[in-house]
């Protein structure tokens, strides 16, 4: 059985992260449509696959992942950093189609045959709520077919960055999965930082979203993390305890302003 923990964090941004109004910040948001094609797998109305080169696992059956998932072509993956970003997409047949986007957040990689163009291979649900009220299943039926998409801010309300210890983590090797970041939803790199230290040590990319530093650790442990696309930084001070176990989730109580 999972388990989940609670802890303060204090938010620390970047020099070069631009501040909007009411102290919100400015996260990545692409005002220019591209276009891509989109496909679609799994049952016609499923969520999406539980398993995934991102490594959110049963997340995908959770807000706000749920019904939002999709993989996309090498290009947009960024081999697993690009994780957890958030796109808007939407058809173009008038005849079928809604004018309203549909968000989509990556979790997986799509087939390797598709790697020569964008292209979004979508959750059965979410390929269906592109078209118009009633006409799902028509729009299924056509299998692939272009879109156009750009990247959005993510939004997971009422959610907490947190922070999940992989399975076969040590006191010598420790394997950390992101969960529920807003804004850029990406990340760039990591540092942890042990107890009564001044030093930051970088983490490694594993794969996916998972993150890991090789190396003696003494807790409790502080995160920051840095995102891919703004450079925007958040720390969690001693978010990962002195007694920490592996398949735990650490949650802070900030998470980054949208």
């Not at 090498?74 to 968000?103: H, R």
């Not at 269906?128 to 009220?133: K, L, P, S």
């Not at 983490?203 to 696309?229: D, E, Q």
Request: hydrophobic share 35%; glycine share 10%; net charge positive.
């Amino acid at each position: 059985m999972e388990i989940r923990y609670f802890f303060a964090v204090s938010l620390v941004v970047s020099a070069s992260t631009v501040f909007a109004a009411a102290g919100s910040l400015r996260h990545v948001k692409d005002p220019k449509w591209h276009n891509a094609t989109a496909t679609w797998y799994g049952s016609p109305e499923g969520d999406g696959s539980t398993g995934g080169a991102c490594g959110y696992g049963t997340m995908v059956d959770v807000q706000p992942f749920k019904a939002r998932v999709g993989a996309v072509s090498p290009a947009l993956f960024k081999e697993g950093e690009g994780c957890g970003a958030c796109y808007k997409v939407k058809c173009l047949d008038n005849t079928i189609c809604s004018k309203k986007a549909v968000t989509v957040i990556i979790t997986d990689q799509a087939p390797q045959r598709y790697s020569d163009r964008p292209l979004f291979d979508l959750s059965g649900s979410v390929y269906g709520r592109m078209a118009i009220t009633g006409h799902g299943s028509s729009l299924r039926d056509r299998g692939e077919m272009p879109i156009i998409y750009r990247r959005t801010p993510c939004k997971c309300k009422r959610k907490n960055i947190a922070f999940h210890v992989n399975e076969g983590s040590t006191a010598y090797w420790l394997s950390l999965l992101v969960e529920f970041e807003n804004g850029d939803g990406d990340i760039g790199s990591m540092h942890i930082k042990e107890s009564g230290s001044k030093k930051w040590l970088e983490m490694n990319h594993l794969w996916g979203a998972n993150w890991v530093f090789n190396g003696p650790l003494r807790g409790p442990l502080s995160v920051k993390i840095t995102t891919l696309s703004s450079g925007a930084t958040l720390t969690a001070s001693d978010v990962i305890p002195r007694n920490w176990a592996p398949k735990a989730t650490y949650t802070s109580r900030l998470n980054f302003h949208i």
